[in-house]
């Protein structure tokens, strides 16, 4: 039988993990913010205040994944604590891959600073407010253990697929039609295929979120129960 003192350490060790995790998802849902900002408002310093932020992410993924290690090594977590071990460290690396697609879009946002503004860079906000969306409630279905919203992300990417299909047929109209600014058109079709990744992103949180609260798998569930 565990005595008063290791499970306090367990319980302080679960608390840091999921507040790591926490901690990583804000500051990548901040990352991918300023990199639309630098984008829309043209401003090359965010966009590399932006990519210097990526590398703090990235440390939160090698604590979250030591974290994690220690957790199972030295406590044996099962049932929920074991899944939600599990579903941290499988989370902070669809996290560490957001803010990936942040710095993309940061770099890309620097080189169409440099060139004269293209007005339909506008169209690229819809769908960063989708995927933002999709992404918040992905966290919150974690840091909330609500199953039922997690589950709903993946009918809502549809939408952004929607939306990233009809933008790079626009953009790429734009780039038959347009004479010299073939390249910043392709750097703005790379940009919504980043948001449409982000959105994938966000619902891989969201299954991990319904594995944790409920058990399930939803990538190999026939019936799919919690998306009805």
Known sequence: MQGP?????????ITTLRGEVLTMAAKARHNLEG???????RNSELANAVIADDDEVDEHERRIDQLGMDILVRFHPMATDLRLVVSSMKISMNLERISDHATNIAKRAKKICTTQEIPDTIL????????????????SAYSD????????????????????????ATFGARIEQSVGRSEDYLHLIL???????VGDLATNI???????????????????????
């Open 124 to 139: 690229i906000e819809p769908l960063y407010t989708l995927a933002d969306q999709l992404l918040r409630d992905a966290i």
């Open 35 to 41: 990199a639309i900002r630098a984008l829309l408002e």
């Open 206 to 228: 969201g299954e991990d979120a319904v594995f944790l609260e409920a058990a399930k798998d939803l990538r190999h569930e026939t019936d799919r129960e919690l998306r009805d």
């Open 191 to 197: 940009v919504v295929r980043s948001l449409e990744r």
């Open 145 to 168: 253990r609500d199953a039922k919203l997690g589950a709903s992300l993946h009918a809502r990417d549809k939408e952004l697929d929607r939306m990233h299909k009809d933008a790079t």
């Open 5 to 13: 003192h290791i499970l306090r350490d367990f319980d302080q060790a």
